[in-house]
């Protein structure tokens, strides 16, 4: 076990201090940086230089839920402060998103509307569709006072897997009695078309390495679209960017780590130095906002220069691709949402595509052309095989594109652009310990001397956005008491 290198006394007076240095800028990182800066302390918020540089869109996730109905996307932009002048950006929109299957395109978003969606398609029957529906409204509401009320992370503190329940318990059901946790039966007994769209949803939403995502997650992922879905419909600054304007905004700091670097420290305090430079930038604590393994991956495997253990982080990992295609507005098919999940399919060979996900954003670039950004999780996916893999997956969903907008022809263009290698929502997804993750509290603390936290995204994965909210806002408090 390779411990973090302790650097001479003598480079001590050149270092650079804060509070608490956030190695990455995802959106669980951004929000822990700014909670903490809030509570008064001096925040670092290290990125990659390739993700300083990625079009706005490519920074956003998929779907924004949770703007109404106390959920728990506004609730985060409240605790953040974020100016109601930047809030009344988000507009609340009826349509969630779409699953497109073919033959099947069904719109999801209100409950009613989606339950009539499901009949009109042939996915249920009148009286089972209002059921699922009504049975999935209160699994995820039941979820949701759960997430509320819930510490949601611990720090160094033995966890008992059990969530305390709020005042008066769980939420009632339709019924008058209490609703259960969880995925109601009339989902997890579909089947056919229904179970498709259903599985489809759960790829798309969560960010979960594979699909062992808890049963109450699940509830919350399939729940969350029923409220409906929110959108910017002006240009950038969009979410991620509002999030980077409050660290900005109160005691924190951001800076580009350009090229490689390693972590340090110096008279107990961690950091990194940056390699190029030679500059070192220390904090009384270090957390790491980006997935471990990705770090981990920086490092290579060069034997003078080994990663430190906090890096380690044994299981399998999948990979999120990420792409940008840009079309014409005028090729968009009539009813197209902006927001699209296209199921996984089969081919004759035995072969399996990927449930791939689609977001149109209006290009900044080029008034009359939209951006489409597409995404699509490669399991067990490895180093040694990962541009194979893009390249292929790439090719897939562009044919997959033409044929949801047939008089494309040559107009649909594939964008390229630099991959962040380690500070990215998407890229290397990790897997979740089996005791790790909702329902049960994930653990910060990576190491005491020096002290190293991790926003554990993986053991939150299961609850996508929310996860990614949650995390970085108790990840952030937590940390914060612990400066104090």
């Known amino acids: 076990m390779v411990e973090i290198p302790t650097l001479d006394p003598s480079e001590a ?43 706005p869109a490519l920074k956003e996730p998929f779907f924004l839920g949770g703007l109404r109905d106390q959920g728990l996307l506004d609730a985060t932009l409240r605790a953040l402060t974020v100016p109601l ?27 009613l509307d989606t339950a ?6 042939g996915l249920a029957k009148p009286d089972d569709a209002q059921q ?22 611990r720090i160094g503190r033995r966890a008992s897997g059990a969530v305390t329940l709020p005042p008066g318990g769980l939420p009632q059901s339709a ?34 390495a594979d699909d062992a995502v808890a049963p109450e997650a699940r509830a919350r992922l399939l729940g969350l679209g029923l409220a409906g879905g929110a959108g910017f419909a002006d240009d950038p600054p969009w979410l991620v960017d509002l999030f980077r304007k409050r660290v900005t905004s109160l005691y924190g700091d951001m800076r580009i780590a350009p090229g490689e670097f390693e972590l340090v420290q110096v008279a107990g305090q961690p950091g990194i130095r940056v390699s190029r430079t030679g500059e070192i930038w220390l904090g009384r604590c270090l957390v790491l906002g980006a997935a471990s393994t990705a770090l981990r991956d920086t490092y290579g495997d060069a034997p003078l220069r080994p990663a430190p253990s906090v890096l380690d982080r044994p299981g399998p990992r999948a990979y999120r691709g990420v792409f940008l295609f840009r079309v014409p507005t005028r090729v968009l098919p009539e009813g197209m949402g902006a927001r699209v999940i296209l199921p996984g399919t089969e081919g004759p060979d ?53 044929s949801l ?18 500070d990215s929502d ?44 949650l995390l970085g806002w108790r990840g952030g408090d937590a940390i914060a008491a612990e400066l104090a």
């Open 116 to 121: 009539d969606e499901f009949v009109a398609w």
């Open 132 to 153: 699922l529906i009504r049975r999935l409204v209160e699994a995820a509401e039941a979820e949701r006072a759960l997430l509320y009320e819930a510490p949601f992370v």
């Open 426 to 469: 998407d890229g290397w997804l990790e897997s979740a310990s089996p005791d790790r993750g909702w329902p049960a509290d994930i653990d910060l603390r990576r190491s005491t001397r020096p002290t190293v936290y991790c926003l554990d995204r993986a053991a939150a994965g299961g609850l996508g956005l929310e996860g990614d909210l």
């Open 13 to 55: 007076p050149r270092a650079r201090r804060w509070d608490a240095l956030v190695l990455g800028s995802g959106l669980a990182a951004l929000v822990a940086a700014a909670r903490i800066s809030a509570a008064g302390q001096r925040v670092l918020v290290v990125e990659e230089e390739a993700r300083a540089t990625l079009p």
């Open 175 to 208: 019924e008058g009695g209490r609703a259960r946790r969880g995925l109601p039966a009339e989902v997890t007994g579909a089947t056919g078309p229904l179970a498709r769209v259903i599985a489809a949803q759960i790829r798309a939403l969560s960010n979960a």
């Open 350 to 402: 035995g072969t399996t595509t990927p449930t791939a996900s689609v977001t149109a954003f209006p290009c900044q670039t080029r008034p009359s052309h939209v951006d489409l950004v597409a995404r699509a999780v490669l399991p067990a996916a490895t180093p040694a095989d990962l541009e194979a893999r893009l390249s292929s997956l790439r090719s897939d969903i562009a044919d997959r594109l033409r």
């Open 405 to 422: 907008m047939p008089f494309c022809g040559d107009d649909l263009v594939s964008i390229d652009y630099e991959r962040p290698e380690w």
């Open 85 to 111: 002048i930047d809030r009344r950006r988000i507009g609340n929109e009826r349509l969630a998103y779409q699953v497109l299957a073919d033959p099947i395109r069904v719109d999801i978003g209100q409950p």
